[in-house]
């Protein structure tokens, strides 16, 4: 396999994962981004933890779907993350869930 062929394989996949995030983000309330990912949820349970001088987060998501061009199955019951970096948690209103017209089908 190429370099070409990696890149655009690579590009492709990116994709096809915008297009389901596209087509699914109207069944979550709640967009979370991590330091390593990108999530979508209906529940989100955000606790800050200290230990020591250092903060940590714990972060639980129910009815969740992750960005991961790598994961086969994106929709997940049940997630439990351990952060030592920032958490971003946006509810999002109906009107967020429309995408640009420009990128619509």
């Known amino acids: 396999m190429s370099a070409e062929d990696l890149e ?3 590009a492709d996949q990116e994709l096809q994962l915008y297009r ?5 983000v109207g ?4 967009v979370v ?10 529940s ?8 020591g001088t250092d903060v940590y987060f714990e972060l639980t998501l129910k ?4 960005w991961d061009t790598f994961r086969s199955a994106r929709f997940v019951k049940h997630v439990h993350v351990l952060t030592f970096k920032d958490v971003n948690i946006e509810e999002l209103a109906k ?3 429309e995408p640009p017209s420009s990128l619509q089908r």
Do not use: G, M, Q
């Open 8 to 10: 655009n394989y690579e």
């Open 20 to 24: 389901e995030y596209r087509d699914v």
């Open 27 to 30: 069944l979550f309330s709640y």
């Open 33 to 42: 981004e991590t330091d390593r990912r990108f999530y979508l949820a209906n």
């Open 44 to 51: 989100v349970d955000l606790k800050a933890h200290e230990a």
């Open 63 to 66: 009815d969740a779907w992750v």
């Open 95 to 97: 009107s967020d869930l």
